[in-house]
């Protein structure tokens, strides 16, 4: 059971948009910065958005990153078959001292 | 160009210890926090610890408080962990990470793992 709670699985056609949302608490989300990671099989992952909605240098504009109290979303627009991979959401922990990580999502693109 | 290289994972019997290496390159090592980053087999991340630029702050994940310790050599540009009473779900690739620490787990850039298998 993770402390950030993400959907195990979504799925959209593509050029169609998504969201995936990772919940939390006000210990660690509602209180610091959301990471959001990409990570496709067999690789290391890939930081995607950094405090909650900036994008790392090479990462196109079709992802996206927003926070609202106690929970987070990634959207990611205009999907590619390329895109189909396991998003990760993160965040540090005030209660646990702690970083840590949502469930993951997989990304399926129909 | 950064670069990340993990070393010493193998399989270790439960109880077991071994020690994780990384390499960095790069960057100016003095600069950044460091972390190690776990995925089990088939599972998700699980973040394990991290360690301040001058080694003086460390945090570790529930798991393996207690077991673990992260370390760092500046002199080496390298980064630690010590893993002792192994068990069998400490079993995953170890990653190393940059940590340029934004208030939270930000990574940006990784190695590629070291995989430490727990098993009699």
């Known amino acids: 059971q993770s402390v950030l709670t993400q959907p195990p699985s979504v799925s959209a056609a593509p050029q169609q948009k998504v969201a995936i949302s990772c919940s939390g608490t006000?210990?660690?989300?509602?209180?610091?910065?959301v990471f959001w990671y990409q990570q496709f099989p067999g690789t290391a992952p890939k930081l995607l958005i950094s405090?909650?909605?900036k994008r790392p240098s090479g990462i196109p504009d079709r992802f996206s990153g927003s926070k609202s109290g106690t929970s987070a979303t990634l959207g990611i627009t205009g999907l590619q078959t390329g895109d189909e991979a396991d998003y990760y959401c993160?965040?540090?922990?005030?209660?646990?001292?702690?970083?840590?990580f949502g469930g993951g999502t997989k990304l399926t693109v129909l | 160009d950064v670069q990340l290289v993990e070393s010493g994972g193998g399989l270790v019997q439960p109880g077991g210890s071994l020690r994780l290496s990384c390499a960095a390159s790069?960057?100016?090592?003095?600069?950044?926090?460091m972390a190690w980053v776990r995925q089990a087999p088939g599972k998700g991340l699980e973040w394990v610890a991290n360690?301040?630029?001058?080694?003086?702050?460390?945090f570790y994940g529930d798991s393996v408080k207690g077991r673990f310790t992260i370390s760092r050599d500046n002199a080496k540009n390298s980064l630690y962990l010590q893993m002792n009473s192994l068990r069998v779900e400490d079993s995953a690739i170890y990653f190393c990470?940059?940590?340029?620490?934004?208030?939270?787990?930000?990574?940006?850039?990784w190695g590629q793992g070291t995989l430490v298998t727990v098993s009699s």
């Open positions: 006000n210990f660690n989300i509602g209180k610091n910065n």
């Open positions: 360690i301040k630029q001058d080694g003086s702050a460390k």
């Open positions: 990470a940059r940590d340029a620490w934004s208030s939270g787990p930000d990574n940006d850039y």
């Open positions: 790069g960057f100016i090592f003095t600069n950044y926090w």
């Open positions: 405090e909650n909605n």
């Open positions: 993160a965040a540090w922990d005030d209660s646990l001292s702690s970083a840590v």
